[in-house]
């Protein structure tokens, strides 16, 4: 029974068995022993040529950087070829965590520089508006004054040198000859225009008369200042686009690209091509290759203050902003305090310019109505405005603009204003705080080490790296068993004095910028009082005493709805009503009457909620 369930095995199928488990054994010696897994990886990785990768492993005395005592997949030729390659990767990586934050700096200064430019194109047609509804007979003559005037205001937030008190007073300077012959003397305008000595003499007069009272110095101090925050801002995201260049293009020294060609294709060398190097010794590496990259991080560290407390200066309370909106406030005063001191100022003129310019007592009764209010002038009635005081369809085009409310608060359908956009970039700013000094380990982060149980250790497979860990920075370096680091790049360290002497030109320029808290200010969170769901019920955009109040443009108003009434009817169009910075309230709500509607209407909203 047992022969029919066990046959008897023949002697020669016996030896062919035994052949074929040898061959077998042979077979995965040698798969074991060759370069396939090699020569596939530098395949991959576009190293360089296959052909000089061997079949098998074997020993090359000329070795410099993969040195082994037993068999290679190595030789001289694959060393050049794993240096070349692994300096290439370095400096992709590198180039990938410095692209981000170049974007984000290059994306914030478009931004900033497209909001400066709304903010004054918005100003600029507020003002013209202002001079086409209100003093039409010499707006023709004055726009283009107002057009150099923010011309330049554009430039200056762009870099240009260019003084903002020089421009402001150079505009009022060309206007005075325009406001002297069209509203003090509106009967001498046709004598004194042809004569440029008497335009001249005006213009070269007009700081020592006056005759727009303290309005151009209040405008000029109070547009200097914000502007050249944004200024500085606009400097400061040009200079940080430089040092980011100069990163991503510094040179690897050699003792770093043997270092990271030891770190990474060593192991190949052996047939390793997956193991990953321990996570010390990628840290010595990395810090070693960069240790002139990270003594920026100093620096870095009070540029980006400076960035965040430049910020606030520009964008807290809607500094910039306001000012813009109220040069229109500020040639108006300036305009109605010319045109209330005429007399004296005719007198003035006539003594220091020698000619006797004085119109005939019975012109002073054609002139304007004009009331003393600090905001408000005597529109014309719509029966008598002529046609040069309607606004045509072109013009009224460029001022399209004019037609939403001006965006101080967030609300549903603006953009983001200035203050929204730069609590976004304060809150990205955070991140690169460190960038330089974290460079190393975000290298490492990626796909050079991984949590396991052995690892590379640059001359063989370890449990865990033995080595001494050294810090960040060019002294710590003299101890970095990995990297020999010499002295620093010549091209950060030029960089780096740079970005020193821009962030104490920024202090001796803004000398209590350390005392600005940014996050007590324009913190992470909402602004308080206007949130994104923010309604006028709220009080977010147009309620309390002072606010900006909706206008007539082209039959709309200026939260894009129809003004109440018959719509049909034709008249001058109404300049938007502006909050004046730093002007004197309107006489008209110091009548008891006004006060008395105000309540009535307060209490009426009150009954309403």
Same mark, same amino acid.
């Given at each position: 029974?047992?022969?029919?369930?066990?046959?008897?095995?023949?002697?020669?199928?016996?030896?062919?068995?035994?052949?074929?488990?040898?061959?077998?054994?042979?077979?995965?010696?040698?798969?074991?022993?060759?370069?396939?897994?090699?020569?596939?990886?530098?395949?991959?990785?576009?190293?360089?040529?296959?052909?000089?990768?061997?079949?098998?492993?074997?020993?090359?005395?000329?070795?410099?950087?993969?040195?082994?005592?037993?068999?290679?997949?190595?030789?001289?030729?694959?060393?050049?070829?794993?240096?070349?390659?692994?300096?290439?990767?370095?400096?992709?990586?590198?180039?990938?965590?410095?692209?981000?934050?170049?974007?984000?700096?290059?994306?914030?200064?478009?931004?900033?520089?497209?909001?400066?430019?709304?903010?004054?194109?918005?100003?600029?047609?507020?003002?013209?508006?202002?001079?086409?509804?209100?003093?039409?007979?010499?707006?023709?003559?004055?726009?283009?004054?107002?057009?150099?005037?923010?011309?330049?205001?554009?430039?200056?937030?762009?870099?240009?040198?260019?003084?903002?008190?020089?421009?402001?007073?150079?505009?009022?300077?060309?206007?005075?000859?325009?406001?002297?012959?069209?509203?003090?003397?509106?009967?001498?305008?046709?004598?004194?225009?042809?004569?440029?000595?008497?335009?001249?003499?005006?213009?070269?007069?007009?700081?020592?008369?006056?005759?727009?009272?303290?309005?151009?110095?209040?405008?000029?101090?109070?547009?200097?200042?914000?502007?050249?925050?944004?200024?500085?801002?606009?400097?400061?995201?040009?200079?940080?686009?430089?040092?980011?260049?100069?990163?991503?293009?510094?040179?690897?020294?050699?003792?770093?690209?043997?270092?990271?060609?030891?770190?990474?294709?060593?192991?190949?060398?052996?047939?390793?091509?997956?193991?990953?190097?321990?996570?010390?010794?990628?840290?010595?590496?990395?810090?070693?290759?960069?240790?002139?990259?990270?003594?920026?991080?100093?620096?870095?560290?009070?540029?980006?203050?400076?960035?965040?407390?430049?910020?606030?200066?520009?964008?807290?309370?809607?500094?910039?902003?306001?000012?813009?909106?109220?040069?229109?406030?500020?040639?108006?005063?300036?305009?109605?305090?010319?045109?209330?001191?005429?007399?004296?100022?005719?007198?003035?003129?006539?003594?220091?310019?020698?000619?006797?310019?004085?119109?005939?007592?019975?012109?002073?009764?054609?002139?304007?109505?004009?009331?003393?209010?600090?905001?408000?002038?005597?529109?014309?009635?719509?029966?008598?405005?002529?046609?040069?005081?309607?606004?045509?369809?072109?013009?009224?085009?460029?001022?399209?603009?004019?037609?939403?409310?001006?965006?101080?608060?967030?609300?549903?359908?603006?953009?983001?204003?200035?203050?929204?956009?730069?609590?976004?970039?304060?809150?990205?700013?955070?991140?690169?705080?460190?960038?330089?000094?974290?460079?190393? +380990?975000? =290298?490492?982060? *990626? &796909?050079?080490?991984?949590?396991?149980?052995? /690892?590379?250790?640059?001359? #063989?497979?370890?449990? $865990?790296?033995?080595?001494?860990?050294?810090?960040?920075?060019?002294?710590?370096?003299?101890?970095?068993?990995?990297?020999?680091?010499?002295?620093?790049?010549?091209?950060?360290?030029?960089?780096?004095?740079?970005?020193?002497?821009?962030?104490?030109?920024?202090?001796?320029?803004?000398?209590?910028?350390?005392?600005?808290?940014?996050? +007590?200010? =324009?913190?992470? *969170? &909402?602004?308080?009082?206007?949130?994104?769901? /923010?309604?006028?019920?709220? #009080?977010?955009?147009? $309620?309390?005493?002072?606010?900006?109040?909706?206008?007539?443009?082209?039959?709309?108003?200026?939260?894009?709805?129809?003004?109440?009434?018959?719509?049909?009817?034709?008249?001058?169009?109404?300049?938007?009503?502006?909050?004046?910075?730093?002007?004197?309230?309107?006489?008209?709500?110091?009548?008891?009457?006004?006060?008395?509607?105000?309540?009535?209407?307060?209490?009426?909203?009150?009954?309403?909620?």
């Amino acid at each position: 029974m047992s022969r029919g369930i066990c046959p008897r095995v023949n002697s020669f199928d016996s030896v062919r068995i035994l052949a074929l488990v040898i061959f077998a054994v042979n077979a995965i010696e040698a798969d074991k022993h060759s370069c396939y897994e090699v020569r596939a990886a530098f395949q991959q990785r576009y190293i360089g040529p296959l052909h000089l990768v061997p079949e098998k492993p074997y020993k090359d005395a000329d070795l410099q950087i993969c040195k082994h005592q037993g068999p290679s997949c190595c030789n001289k030729k694959m060393e050049e070829c794993y240096q070349a390659a692994v300096k290439r990767e370095t400096l992709q990586k590198i180039e990938s965590y410095t692209y981000e934050l170049g974007n984000m700096l290059s994306s914030q200064l478009d931004a900033f520089q497209d909001m400066f430019q709304y903010l004054l194109s918005f100003s600029q047609g507020h003002l013209s508006s202002l001079l086409e509804g209100t003093y039409s007979s010499l707006s023709r003559q004055a726009l283009p004054h107002v057009n150099q005037l923010f011309s330049s205001l554009s430039l200056y937030l762009r870099g240009a040198n260019i003084s903002v008190e020089m421009t402001i007073h150079k505009f009022f300077n060309n206007i005075f000859p325009l406001v002297y012959t069209r509203l003090i003397n509106p009967g001498i305008g046709g004598s004194v225009t042809t004569s440029s000595t008497m335009g001249d003499c005006l213009r070269m007069i007009r700081q020592d008369v006056k005759p727009f009272g303290n309005y151009p110095v209040t405008m000029a101090q109070e547009l200097a200042e914000v502007l050249e925050a944004g200024r500085q801002l606009s400097l400061a995201l040009d200079k940080g686009l430089e040092v980011i260049n100069a990163t991503e293009h510094a040179n690897l020294s050699r003792d770093c690209v043997k270092g990271l060609a030891k770190m990474v294709y060593c192991s190949h060398c052996r047939g390793l091509t997956l193991i990953k190097p321990c996570a010390g010794y990628c840290l010595n590496v990395m810090r070693g290759c960069l240790a002139s990259t990270a003594e920026l991080d100093q620096p870095w560290r009070i540029y980006i203050s400076s960035l965040k407390k430049l910020t606030l200066v520009m964008a807290g309370h809607h500094s910039l902003e306001l000012a813009m909106l109220g040069v229109r406030g500020h040639v108006n005063e300036a305009l109605l305090y010319a045109q209330t001191h005429g007399p004296l100022i005719t007198a003035t003129v006539d003594k220091v310019c020698g000619l006797s310019t004085r119109e005939p007592p019975s012109m002073w009764s054609m002139r304007p109505e004009v009331t003393t209010s600090s905001t408000t002038l005597t529109s014309p009635s719509p029966s008598a405005s002529s046609s040069s005081h309607i606004l045509p369809v072109e013009r009224l085009a460029k001022f399209a603009h004019l037609q939403s409310p001006f965006p101080l608060k967030p609300s549903k359908v603006n953009n983001p204003n200035l203050r929204t956009l730069s609590r976004e970039f304060l809150g990205q700013l955070q991140r690169y705080k460190s960038f330089f000094n974290t460079l190393p +380990e975000m =290298l490492c982060e *990626g &796909e050079y080490i991984v949590d396991d149980s052995t /690892c590379w250790g640059g001359n #063989g497979v370890v449990e $865990s790296y033995i080595g001494i860990i050294v810090r960040n920075g060019l002294h710590a370096q003299r101890q970095n068993p990995e990297v020999k680091v010499r002295s620093m790049d010549p091209t950060i360290a030029e960089f780096k004095k740079r970005l020193e002497h821009f962030n104490q030109e920024t202090q001796e320029k803004f000398p209590n910028l350390n005392e600005i808290e940014v996050w +007590e200010e =324009l913190g992470s *969170g &909402e602004e308080q009082g206007s949130t994104a769901d /923010c309604d006028d019920e709220d #009080g977010c955009q147009s $309620s309390g005493d002072g606010d900006e109040q909706n206008y007539d443009i082209n039959g709309q108003t200026s939260d894009g709805g129809q003004p109440e009434g018959d719509n049909t009817q034709e008249g001058p169009p109404k300049p938007p009503a502006v909050k004046v910075v730093g002007g004197s309230p309107p006489t008209s709500w110091q009548q008891p009457w006004c006060l008395a509607l105000l309540f009535a209407e307060l209490f009426l909203k009150w009954l309403l909620i």
